[in-house]
């Protein structure tokens, strides 16, 4: 950290983001990891199945309720 806030000292154009500045200097501003890359594809992939799920979920409960008779029938049964 110490090398890097030296760097930052003897910047001649000082940067508008001190904090940008120790970000890249670190390496925080690096090319992400391709395994979190494929993790984050794999997530938004699993995100539109759970969206897709959902859906036929509900027009499998609104088919189902065509057939089964309301609720108020079953209690005075």
């Known amino acids: ?5 030296v760097a930052l000292y003897e910047e001649p154009e000082k940067p508008n983001s001190a904090l940008d ?14 395994e979190i890359e ?3 594809l794999e997530a938004a992939e699993m995100k ?5 799920v959902l859906e036929e979920n509900k027009k499998l409960k ?5 057939y089964e008779p309301p609720q ?4 005075g049964e």
Do not use: D, I, M
């Not at 609104?62 to 065509?66: G, I, R, V």
């Open 1 to 5: 950290l110490f090398p890097v806030l």
């Open 21 to 34: 500045f120790l970000k890249h200097h670190l390496g925080a501003s690096a090319p992400e990891n391709p």
């Open 38 to 40: 494929a993790l984050r």
């Open 48 to 52: 539109e199945k759970y969206e897709a």
């Open 62 to 66: 609104s088919k189902l309720a065509q």
């Open 72 to 75: 108020e029938e079953k209690r």
